[in-house]
């Protein structure tokens, strides 16, 4: 028998562009997964930051707990800083891609950590109403919503497909990449390599979701994710034998169409491929 396909695990990024949390469950909101992109740094025009442009923002971490108003921001060999959630702070208008909308400025506090931490004015901002954003309108329908993903509320990724691209990588003589370069907040197991690529609905525990498009990725998987040290890989090879269009593909973006929790474990069925 095939096997059967689950979730294996579960990821946050508190901040857009700092290091994952890995949870064992997590609740599922229109926008997101609880806790997830919330937190972005601005430039001075408003426009997001992120490893594309500071790949140093790998080594930052960003402790989050679901019950805390507040998350510490640190990196080694630097001290923390911890920032409460802003309430009734001062807007500023943000953008991320096409996408403009404003968000609550976090304070001067933490704004010097992270001007001193990349040597550049930068602003943290937090998004308290992610329904101020919609969701890329060419895939998707009215009143969905994002954080400060780049587009879509979750990216999926399967480990078959990251088998198959780490033996494209080892016949070339190239080391095998992480899971970790593609930064995914749902990883699942039991899936052939690529089958993620003709889903349209999936329903991960009770939790139901339409795939949205394919994630088109770019120089952000070449970046270590612990120390933010840049390569080549897997880009060279994705370029190679990933490219669709004007996109080179790993991954699925996905939009819930109903809330829940999801748990690592949770069987994935395939409602419409």
């Known amino acids: 028998m095939p096997e059967k396909i689950r979730l294996a695990s579960i990821h946050i990024y508190p901040m857009k562009a700092a290091r994952a949390v890995d949870l064992g469950e997590s609740k599922v909101e229109p926008w997101g997964l609880d806790g997830d992109r919330r937190w972005m740094l601005a430039g001075q ?17 960003v402790r989050y707990a679901p019950n805390d108003p507040a998350v510490t921001i640190s990196s080694h060999g630097r001290p923390s800083c911890r920032v409460a959630v802003p309430t009734g702070a001062e807007l500023m208008q943000v953008s991320v ?49 994002v954080s400060f993903a780049d587009g879509f509320p979750l990216l999926l990724t399967s480990d078959g497909s990251l088998g198959e691209l780490g033996r494209w990588l080892s016949d070339e003589g190239d080391e095998p ?35 949205a498009k394919p994630c088109g990725r770019c120089v952000v998987t070449t970046t270590d994710q612990v120390t933010g040290e840049r390569g080549q890989q897997p880009l060279r090879m994705l370029a190679k034998r990933r490219r669709f269009g004007q996109e080179l593909v790993f991954g699925q973006n996905l939009i819930p169409d109903a809330g ?9 069925e395939i409602l419409d491929a």
């Not at 403009?100 to 937090?126: H, I, M, N, Q, S």
């Not at 990883?187 to 690529?197: R, Y």
């Not at 829940?260 to 994935?268: A, N, Q, S, T």
Request: proline share 12%; with cysteine.
């Open 45 to 61: 025009d408003g426009r997001f930051v992120s490893q594309r442009e500071e790949p140093a923002l790998a080594r930052v971490s």
């Open 97 to 145: 891609w096409g996408s403009t909308f404003v968000a609550e400025k976090a304070g001067p506090e933490a704004d010097r950590w992270f001007c001193d931490y990349l040597g550049r004015p930068v602003r943290l901002v937090y998004l308290g109403d992610p329904a101020r954003r919609p969701a890329d309108p060419d895939f998707s329908q009215p009143g969905d919503t």
């Open 177 to 211: 990449v992480p899971m970790t370069r593609f930064r995914p907040n749902v990883v699942v197991t039991g899936a052939p390599p690529w089958a993620e690529d003709g889903w349209r609905r999936i329903r991960i525990g009770t939790v139901p979701f339409r795939v």
């Open 260 to 268: 829940g929790v999801i748990r690592v474990g949770d069987p994935v």
